[in-house]
């Protein structure tokens, strides 16, 4: 399985914006998509997971209410969609993919996209 993020760029705190994370390789037929987030200077923690199969989907409390995760089947694409972004929502946003979409953990998610910068400034 390999993961591509895009979708990062320099924002404006209470802009919006979306990631995507194009899947290839295997099918996400038994896996889960995830999104995780590392500031500078932090361990990378978890934001939201979705399963491919029907749509469950779990929110870091941090993030829930503001950020909405989605998948595209037929695209091989999951989604973030970043509303209201905060200077504290700074950091490179990593997509994974893995067995189980209730599991938060980083060491628990086997394959990693390379990363996207988002910057917010206030």
């Known amino acids: 399985v390999q993961l591509q993020a895009s979708g990062g760029g320099l924002v404006q705190a209470g802009d919006s914006l979306e990631l995507a994370c194009a899947v290839s390789g295997n099918t996400f037929t038994h896996y889960a998509g995830a999104w995780f987030r590392q500031a500078p200077g932090k361990e990378r923690d978890f934001v939201a997971s979705?399963?491919?199969?029907?749509?469950?989907?779990n929110y870091a409390a941090s993030v829930k209410g503001r950020f909405t995760i989605s998948r595209d089947t037929a695209e091989d694409t999951v989604y973030l969609q970043i509303n209201a972004l905060k200077p504290e929502d700074t950091a490179v946003y990593f997509c994974?993919?893995?067995?189980?979409?209730?599991?938060?953990?980083?060491?628990?998610?086997?394959?990693w996209g390379q990363g996207t910068l988002v910057t917010v400034s206030s």
């Open positions: 979705v399963a491919w199969t029907d749509n469950s989907q």
């Open positions: 994974a993919a893995g067995s189980d979409y209730f599991r938060t953990r980083a060491s628990e998610y086997p394959y």
